[in-house]
């Protein structure tokens, strides 16, 4: 049993609080959070539990043993930072730090201390993120061709950072996971509309050295939500629509043949058109998931895969969209 303390409850710290709350092996001792009205819906939710509002009484509370962390990402750094230095170990809302720098020096400070990061990538364990990573480990669509990502919808606007910072994590955190190659550099273009300073559509890109490419589109300002992601190979082809009822992920037995035929120099290209197969995913909450697995990961010790690093190579995607941005597009190196 280890006793948890949650920084945050605004709108998805109550979601990280009923999760830990109903596994075996965590106790919530506390909740946080700077607005009174949030604490009165903290105590509705968990009668009898004790509240603040300062994130330093809870992380100088010498019986909490870890941390979750669901603040600003502009916060994150100085709250995991404190609760590492007084020796707990540390859950955080993507994304990790709102600099490379600053993941850096908190990887650095848990590995000296002997404690966990784990950064809340939550979609990589859904049955969908599973299942696609299972896929791609196993070569069922040969030879990758591209990423291409939709990630739309209307709002919600953040006060803090732009689309990219607020969007993007979940897909380059998903993109890092499932797919067996590591970008070379990252271009960015985008706008913002009503004087702000932060970008409120974005389309990013990120190189690799072999053809592969991955695209990821961010919109705030979208009439409808779309959550779709098509990866492609020369074998076969995946479309996973997040928001389906049903069959969120289709393989098709679809691609093309293209070779030049030097003798009469025409090009000759050929296409496949087979069979399409839903496979069967989990369902269970992933949020839930993800809980018991950083429980896991104390308990024994061990490295979760989406640890301090993982966050790392999101806050540097972000951070070269960000520079390619002001630069209008010109291609950073990773």
Same mark, same amino acid.
């Given at each position: 049993?280890?006793?948890?303390?949650?920084?945050?409850?605004?709108?998805?710290?109550?979601?990280?609080?009923?999760?830990?709350?109903?596994?075996?092996?965590?106790?919530?001792?506390?909740?946080?959070?700077?607005?009174?009205?949030?604490?009165?819906?903290?105590?509705?939710?968990?009668?009898?539990?004790?509240?603040?509002?300062?994130?330093?009484?809870?992380?100088?509370?010498?019986?909490?043993?870890?941390?979750?962390?669901?603040?600003? &990402?502009?916060?994150?750094?100085?709250?995991?930072?404190?609760?590492?230095?007084?020796?707990?170990?540390?859950?955080?809302?993507?994304?990790?730090?709102?600099? &490379?720098?600053?993941?850096?020096?908190?990887?650095?400070?848990?590995?000296?201390?002997?404690?966990?990061?784990?950064?809340?990538?939550?979609?990589?364990?859904?049955?969908?993120?599973?299942?696609?990573?299972?896929?791609?480990?196993?070569?069922?669509?040969?030879?990758?061709?591209?990423?291409?990502?939709?990630?739309?919808?209307?709002?919600?606007?953040?006060? $803090?950072?732009?689309?990219?910072? $607020?969007?993007?994590?979940? $897909?380059?955190?998903?993109?890092?996971?499932?797919?067996?190659?590591?970008?070379?550099?990252?271009?960015?273009?985008?706008?913002?509309?009503?004087?702000?300073?932060?970008?409120? &559509?974005?389309?990013?890109?990120?190189?690799?050295?072999?053809?592969?490419?991955?695209?990821?589109?961010?919109?705030?300002?979208?009439?409808?939500? &779309?959550?779709?992601?098509?990866?492609?190979?020369?074998? %076969?082809?995946?479309?996973?629509?997040?928001?389906?009822?049903?069959? %969120?992920?289709?393989?098709?037995?679809?691609?093309?043949?293209?070779?030049?035929?030097?003798?009469?120099?025409?090009?000759?290209?050929?296409?496949?058109?087979?069979?399409?197969?839903?496979?069967?995913?989990?369902?269970?909450?992933?949020?839930?998931?993800?809980?018991?697995?950083?429980?896991?990961?104390?308990? %024994?010790?061990?490295?979760?895969?989406?640890?301090?690093?993982?966050?790392?190579?999101?806050?540097?995607?972000?951070?070269?969209?960000?520079?390619?941005?002001?630069?209008?597009?010109?291609?950073?190196?990773?």
């Amino acid at each position: 049993m280890i006793d948890i303390g949650i920084i945050g409850f605004g709108y998805w710290g109550p979601n990280v609080a009923r999760n830990f709350n109903g596994l075996p092996g965590a106790n919530i001792t506390c909740i946080c959070d700077r607005d009174a009205k949030r604490l009165k819906m903290a105590t509705a939710a968990f009668p009898g539990l004790k509240t603040c509002s300062d994130p330093m009484e809870l992380i100088g509370d010498d019986g909490i043993g870890a941390v979750a962390i669901v603040t600003p &990402v502009s916060t994150h750094f100085d709250l995991a930072k404190a609760a590492l230095e007084r020796g707990k170990h540390v859950f955080v809302e993507k994304p990790l730090t709102s600099s &490379v720098r600053q993941a850096e020096d908190l990887i650095d400070l848990a590995r000296r201390n002997g404690l966990i990061i784990m950064v809340d990538h939550t979609f990589l364990f859904t049955g969908a993120v599973q299942k696609i990573k299972e896929l791609l480990d196993a070569g069922e669509l040969g030879d990758l061709f591209f990423y291409d990502s939709v990630r739309v919808n209307l709002g919600l606007y953040q006060h $803090d950072v732009n689309v990219i910072w $607020d969007l993007a994590p979940h $897909d380059f955190s998903i993109m890092s996971h499932v797919v067996p190659k590591e970008p070379v550099a990252v271009t960015a273009l985008g706008t913002e509309h009503f004087g702000r300073g932060k970008e409120d &559509v974005a389309f990013i890109a990120a190189h690799f050295d072999n053809g592969f490419i991955a695209h990821f589109h961010c919109n705030w300002l979208s009439p409808v939500k &779309v959550r779709r992601t098509l990866i492609s190979g020369n074998r %076969k082809m995946l479309v996973w629509d997040d928001l389906a009822s049903d069959e %969120k992920i289709k393989i098709y037995d679809r691609g093309v043949d293209v070779r030049n035929d030097r003798g009469i120099h025409e090009l000759l290209v050929s296409y496949r058109s087979g069979d399409m197969h839903a496979p069967r995913i989990s369902n269970v909450e992933a949020l839930r998931t993800e809980a018991s697995y950083f429980l896991d990961c104390i308990e %024994k010790n061990q490295t979760p895969f989406n640890d301090g690093e993982a966050g790392l190579k999101v806050v540097r995607m972000l951070e070269a969209a960000d520079r390619s941005l002001k630069l209008d597009g010109k291609k950073i190196r990773l």
